[in-house]
């Protein structure tokens, strides 16, 4: 069904109290509203309404296995929506809420099997933004939200992008601007006896273990091709996708620029239309295509901010294959890498060359 959507602009921290209430009445009645956080847009609708949840599947062409984030904005709120709220639950929600942790606990009677894709696990998060904040506060507490984007597409962080997957499909967005993180929250599972992570974020394992002490990692979700099924069902399709074909390239610097060079010469040959993600220290040194600068590798938090807008980009311009830089975080590292990695190599359908 086709709607009209209504798109409002709200910066952070200066909300209008009538538009935040609008955008709380919408979800009340059942619909869904797009929304900005720290990590992505949202997209919204009341979690504890299982005919809302469902709507938001239908509106992204999500699988409906796939359990949605239950945004709060007070850490109290919790209590409804989970059947337990083990020590370590406090401890990282002390450390780290608001922000970019979604945490995974056995859930409540309160939440509808649609809300959680069926699991008697619901998974959430407090997040670090004003207008985010407001916004759930205004809908009655408890925002259902998975990334606004059409399922498979990479996530929004510039509200043009959830107008061209969500508009006609929702009731209103809430236009923040560029997001500050530009990937998804750290998904923490403390359902189980060591805290696991199942899905890498700006939170790093490192922050977590400073809190908690020992915490791992699922391996489903480094590994290329690994037999395991991830933990978290999100983690198991295809995700992030530009429409162009995307490889990565991985190795010394010098030998990594000759061989993209080498290859976006080869395919242009081919009439293919050519896309390049480099560094600030690498991206002069590229002959050709559309070369991008994901940011800086000394500042990893300016790649994670720009890898979807790029990825975007090259759709838009009609991209049609695509060679990446790798962008390994190094072990022990406090930097976002792993996470960005992650979705890259997702991106790429696993497609990384070591050279
Ligand atoms: P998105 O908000 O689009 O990033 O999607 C939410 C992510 O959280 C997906 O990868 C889901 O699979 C994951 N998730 C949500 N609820 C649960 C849960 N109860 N257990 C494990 N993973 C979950
Ligand atoms: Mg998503």
């Known amino acids: ?32 509203v797009a929304f900005p956080t720290e990590t992505v847009y949202g997209l919204g609708g009341n979690a504890l309404d299982e005919t809302a949840s469902e709507k938001i ?51 409540s009677g309160k939440v509808p099997d649609t809300t959680t894709g069926g699991l008697d696990t619901v998974a959430v998060r ?45 009731e209103m967005i809430i236009d923040g601007g560029e997001i500050a993180i530009g990937i998804e929250s750290t998904i923490v599972d403390l359902t189980g006896g060591i805290p696991v992570i199942l899905r890498p ?3 790093t394992r490192e922050m977590l273990e400073d809190v908690l002490g020992t915490v791992d990692v ?16 999100g983690m198991k399709y295809k995700h992030y996708a530009p429409q162009g074909d995307l490889t990565i ?30 560094t600030d220290s690498t991206v002069s040194l590229y002959r050709a295509g559309s070369i991008k600068s994901a940011g800086s590798r000394g500042e990893e938090a300016t ?9 975007r980009e090259f759709d838009d311009e009609g991209v049609t294959v695509i060679y ?11 930097g976002i890498g792993q996470a960005i990695m992650n979705r890259l190599l997702k991106a790429a359908g696993h497609h990384l060359e070591q050279i």
């Open 249 to 278: 390239i991985s190795g010394r610097q010098e030998k990594v620029v000759a061989e993209i060079n080498r290859r976006c010469e080869e395919m242009e040959k081919r009439g293919e239309r050519v896309g390049v993600i480099g």
């Open 57 to 107: 599947y239908r509106a992204k062409g999500r699988p409906s296995d796939n359990p949605l984030i239950v945004h709060i904005c007070r850490i109290e709120d919790i209590f409804l929506i989970v059947e337990e709220m083990p020590e370590t639950a406090k401890k990282l929600a002390d450390a780290f809420w608001p922000g970019p942790l979604t945490m995974i606990l056995k859930k």
């Open 201 to 203: 974020g700006y939170i």
């Open 126 to 170: 407090m997040p670090g933004h004003k207008t985010a904040l407001a916004f759930i506060q205004a809908a009655g507490g408890y925002v259902a939200a998975p990334s606004a984007n059409i399922s498979g597409k990479p996530s929004p962080t510039l509200a043009k992008y959830v107008e061209e997957d969500m508009g006609g499909r929702i």
């Open 218 to 233: 699922d391996k489903a979700i480094l590994e290329a091709g690994s037999k395991q099924a991830p933990k978290a069902p």
């Open 303 to 311: 790649i994670a901010r720009a890898l979807y807008r790029i990825l």
């Open 324 to 334: 990446s830089e790798a962008f390994e975080g190094k072990t022990g590292s406090k």
């Open 1 to 32: 069904m086709q709607m009209n959507t209504k798109i409002i602009s709200i910066e952070e921290e200066k909300a209008s109290p009538e538009a935040l209430k609008e955008a709380g009445e919408i979800i009340k009645k059942g619909g869904l």
